[in-house]
């Protein structure tokens, strides 16, 4: 069985992330690479482990988190889909069950607002993670007056927190912005789509999405 360590530990994925992340630096992107892909891995396992998923399902979710961008090292577009590719190819060398395989693929292959669909539960997870991890130190530039609105908007979150309520069936994403940074207007011009994303993901897993901003409910 290949487990989570066994992919952290694989020198051919290290390298698509940091290659990957590096392309993303050289677009303009904010941080893409091991701090991000890590985060995710971990959010998204916990959230199917609080949910009650079985251990392995949810190693699954964790798996999927850590590889869902490999794809931008081909190029930002259409990188969920290289992505899937290139996951097959690697987790099929490394004799992962086939079935296992697919619900991965499947997983990375949706996990981008632009074509993204939660097929499962492991990519319902996934874009969760993935949409909520929005904060300060995934900002790579450094100069505020050349900030454009992806790094005021990031750079603006001083705390986020994805919360699965499993009493009352809500996913919300709580998050502390300064709003001298930016207009809280400005998170949903670039984020709406993430946003209804989360939405579509949290009523495959049986819950109801909320966005909690400054302690305002917005959506």
């Known amino acids: ?11 051919e994925i290290q390298t698509y992330i940091k290659r ?16 991000h892909v890590g985060k995710v891995a971990e959010q998204a396992q916990q959230i199917l482990k609080v ?53 991965i693929v499947s997983a990375i292959g949706n996990h981008d607002e632009s074509t993204a669909v939660p097929v499962n539960e492991v990519a319902a997870a996934l874009i969760l993670a993935d949409k909520s991890d929005v904060r300060r130190t995934r900002v790579r530039n450094r100069v505020k007056a050349s900030f454009d609105i992806h790094d005021r908007v990031n750079y603006s979150v001083e705390s986020s927190n994805l919360v699965i309520d499993t009493e009352n069936k809500y996913s919300i994403l709580e998050l502390k912005i300064d709003t001298e940074m930016f207009a809280i207007m400005d998170y949903f011009e670039i984020f709406l789509g993430r946003m209804l994303l989360c939405r579509r993901a949290s009523e495959f897993l049986k ?6 901003i400054n302690g305002v409910e917005l959506l």
Do not use: C, P, W
């Open 1 to 11: 069985m290949i487990t989570y360590k066994d992919i952290k530990s694989s020198r």
């Open 20 to 35: 990957a992340d590096e392309t993303l630096a050289a677009l303009g992107y904010t941080e893409h690479a091991f701090a």
């Open 51 to 103: 949910l009650g998923y079985d251990d392995r399902t949810a190693e699954l979710a964790k798996i999927a988190g850590y590889m869902h961008d490999i794809g931008n090292v081909v190029n930002r577009v259409d990188h969920a889909q290289s992505g899937a590719i290139m996951a097959f190819r690697i987790l099929d060398k490394m004799g992962m069950d086939v079935d296992e395989i697919a619900t």
């Open 207 to 212: 819950l109801r999405f909320k966005l909690v």
